[in-house]
């Protein structure tokens, strides 16, 4: 009798533990990132923060909007929940300064594509125009740029939400070029028939801003300088 009470017991335990096992995994019980967290991942790799028009401050992302109009069927505008009902992309990929620096990571956010097919794109768009908030920064791209794989309107890295310093709510993500043409915190985007040259286009800086050659700062790798190839970024040379 003895025995067999504690084979019962042994089974009991063991049965208990099983169930605690389950709860542990269950997703529910799993931490979930929100917008409360401090925890920064761009920030604390000590990512250069710039704003050619100045810092816009606090946003608003629960009531963020960006307008789409110009060359296409149907304008309209996107606020945040519509965007994130939105098919969503995940890429990796390098967002790389004009000042040789570049950092890395799993950018998350709706592809242009799916963008333009929303308000259905006339044949006679060639390029896609980004307004930053303000309307004081804007910069434009080829439409085969931005209909490439990479090329989202990003909200999210690593997991969690951009913050304003790093262009969120939601900012342009554009790996194959200049980071310049990446316009931060987009409000309003415009499907255009012809290239008009943006804010530094106009200061100088390069209308294809193609990615060139020469020394670049890993921010992922604390900012070693290394070596990179002309064009996308995709790993460094030494």
């Known amino acids: 009798m003895p025995y067999r009470i504690m084979i019962l017991l042994l089974l009991g335990l063991l049965a208990l533990t099983q169930l605690c096992s389950i709860n542990n995994s269950d997703p529910a019980n799993s931490p979930q990132l929100n917008e409360g967290d401090t925890m920064d991942k761009l920030a604390a790799m000590n990512t250069p923060i710039f704003w050619a028009e100045g810092h816009p401050g606090k946003l608003d992302r629960q009531n963020w909007k960006i307008s789409v109009t110009g060359s296409c069927a149907k304008p ?34 709706i592809a242009l594509s799916t963008i333009l097919k929303e308000v259905e794109m006339k044949p006679s768009c060639k390029f896609i125009r980004f307004w930053s908030g303000g309307e004081v920064y804007d910069t434009s791209i080829p439409l085969e740029i931005a209909l490439k794989e990479k090329s989202i309107l990003a909200h999210s890295y690593e997991g969690q939400y951009l913050s304003e310093d790093y ?8 790996p194959y070029l200049w980071g310049y043409k990446s316009a931060k915190s987009v409000v309003k985007i415009e499907l255009l028939d012809y290239y008009i040259p943006g804010f530094w286009e106009t200061r100088g800086y390069t209308d294809s801003a193609e990615i060139e050659a020469g020394a670049c700062r890993d921010i992922n790798d604390g900012s070693k300088i290394k070596q990179i190839l002309a064009g996308e970024v995709l790993e460094f040379t030494e």
């Open 167 to 174: 262009g969120g709510p939601v900012r342009a993500f554009i």
């Open 76 to 109: 309209r505008d996107f606020n945040w929940k519509e965007l994130n009902a939105l098919p969503q992309s995940e890429v990796q990929g390098r967002l790389t300064s004009v000042t040789r620096w570049s950092v890395g990571g799993l950018w998350k956010g």
